[in-house]
């Protein structure tokens, strides 16, 4: 980096900061390093209800705030992103708490309530639709429509392995992250007219508790065989694509447009 605090004076919003062992702290924790302002958006009650559970709130605001530099601010706000005005309402509330917003990271997401294709309905489509691709297409809507063309422009959005791989058992989820690795091409080339770039990350398997033993979401022998597809011997730990978002965030980062990037450590889906 060029600078130690060289996103000091812009303010980045960033999705799904409600746990200190998830992807969302890890990249608000290397943008408070860089001196940015920051508006957290959270939804505890989505994690209350997975087996990894929910941190205080409060806990997770102020492990931010202490990484923070003198100047930066910090606001946040718990918002239902799967309803209709839910994106609207996150940039509205980023707006009016830190005033011009300079960046978008979208790392919220639905996980859980999923299946194969014979075990879905409609309902469950549909309810990763509404969170994972509908609000952050939204959201980047409000956020160019806020925008004022200043340099330092970003826009980060989060896929999945499902351009890389088959995921069978999450096509719900697999889908409404495919929308964004597909259309991530169309809309950076809309937006590179406002001076705002847009590439999207897909972090690879990352260990946000869901592949802790105690709180998995499947078995240890699965546990186990995925391990083994990792040439480092770990699963991806959520500062490992946080490091990668910063970059594109920053100056450094500003020939990347349109991109999808894995950071998955040398992941071997064979």
Excluded at 126 to 136: G, I
Excluded at 222 to 242: N, S, T, V
């Amino acid at each position: 980096m060029e600078s130690t605090h060289q996103l000091s004076g812009r303010t980045v919003v960033v999705t799904g900061v409600s746990r200190r062992k998830g992807i969302g702290f890890a990249v608000a924790s290397r943008l408070a390093d860089m001196g940015a302002s920051l508006y957290l958006h959270h939804y505890s009650r989505h994690d209350t209800e997975q087996p990894w559970g929910a941190d205080r709130i409060e806990d997770v605001v102020d492990a931010v705030r202490r990484r923070q530099v003198p100047g930066a601010s910090l606001a946040h706000g718990s918002i239902d992103l799967s309803n209709p005005d839910g994106a609207e309402q996150l940039i509205r509330d980023a707006r009016a708490a830190s005033g011009h917003l300079d960046g978008l990271v979208c790392n919220h997401a639905r996980s859980g309530g999923d299946g194969r294709l014979g075990e879905i309905s409609w309902r469950e489509l549909d309810a990763h639709w509404q969170v994972n691709a509908r609000s952050t297409l939204l959201a980047t809507k409000y956020f160019a429509g806020q925008h004022d063309g200043r340099e330092g422009g970003r826009v980060i959005w989060m896929t999945s392995g499902q351009h890389a791989g088959s995921m069978p058992t999450e096509i719900a989820y697999a889908a409404s992250k495919a929308v964004l690795a597909g259309l991530t091409a169309s809309v950076a080339d809309d937006l590179v007219e406002q001076g705002i770039l847009l590439n999207t990350v897909n972090p690879g398997p990352v260990n946000t508790g869901y592949l802790d033993a105690a709180t998995a979401d499947r078995s240890p022998e699965i546990l186990d065989a995925l391990l083994a597809h990792f040439p480092g011997g770990r699963f991806g730990e959520p500062d490992d694509p946080a490091r990668l978002i910063a970059w594109l965030v920053s100056d450094e980062g500003r020939w990347m447009v349109g991109q999808v990037l894995s950071s998955e450590g040398g992941f071997r889906r064979w």
